[in-house]
């Protein structure tokens, strides 16, 4: 067994995913599928309406964001997490929302949710860098709580814009939140799984969502069904 085939074996274990092996020694994935800038003393931007973002580049998105007042959350920020990974990427991951170390250092997913979220990627074949990572809303909402409606209305300028400059080939997102609000739906994320949805203006960004990594260290028997999800990712192109 090579090096790198056995470092995917390893995460696949570590995702609880059994891997069957053919006779050749090859896995089958059919039988096993059964920040950012600190806020700059500037004016603070008061109106975060997607419309004021739709013709931004990065680096004038990048410094919106930072100086962003649009909702409540900018008053318990450390700094706000904008987003991280390839420009140009073909796999866009969309989250929820900064918890206190994506907040302490800027960057999304860089807990122990985010371990377990590199993971998951390199188990479909990707490094981290070669995927952009961002979330509904850019600023920890306090106590960890679910972002409100109306903080993610304030932030989803940013990451249209985000997603239209990427211009990914594929969404993963990440758990209820990220899904409901980039599909504009109220269906539980186990309705939502094993089919390919769009985001935006047809003919739209094809979507796949899958559990959050959160929710898989509380539930890890459902990591199986992330791997279902991967592969049905990686079956949709974007590769
Ligand atoms: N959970 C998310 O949804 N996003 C992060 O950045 C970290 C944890």
């Known amino acids: ?35 950012h800038d600190r806020a700059p003393a500037e004016e603070p931007v008061r109106q975060g309406s997607p419309a004021d ?16 007042h649009a909702c409540d959350l900018h008053r318990g920020r450390t700094q706000t997490v904008f987003g991280t990974g390839d420009r140009q990427a073909r796999w866009m991951i969309v989250g929820e929302a900064p918890g206190a170390e994506e907040d302490r250092r800027g ?33 920890r909402p306090p106590d960890n709580r679910d972002p409100r409606p109306d903080e993610a209305a304030s932030c989803s300028g940013y990451l249209d814009r985000q997603i239209a400059l990427v211009e990914p080939q594929l969404i993963l997102a990440v758990g209820r939140v990220a ?51 991967l592969l049905f990712a990686l079956e949709q192109g974007g590769t």
């Open 1 to 35: 067994m090579n090096n790198d085939r056995g470092d995917k074996l390893a995460l696949l274990h570590d995702l609880g995913v059994r891997v069957w092996l053919s006779r050749s020694g090859q896995a089958d994935p059919a039988a096993t599928a059964k920040g």
């Open 53 to 68: 973002s739709t013709a931004m580049d990065w680096a004038q998105l990048e410094k919106t964001v930072a100086r962003c």
């Open 107 to 139: 960057e999304p997913f860089v807990g122990r949710a985010g371990q377990l979220l590199n993971a998951m990627l390199q188990a479909a074949g990707f490094r981290r860098p070669d995927v952009y990572i961002a979330n509904i809303v850019k600023c």
């Open 179 to 229: 899904a409901q609000r980039l599909l504009k739906c109220e269906t539980p994320v186990g309705r939502l799984r094993g089919r390919l949805h769009r985001y935006g203006e047809s003919p739209g960004v094809p979507v796949v969502v899958t559990y959050h990594p959160a929710y898989l260290l509380r539930s890890p028997r459902e990591k199986q069904k992330v791997w279902q999800d």
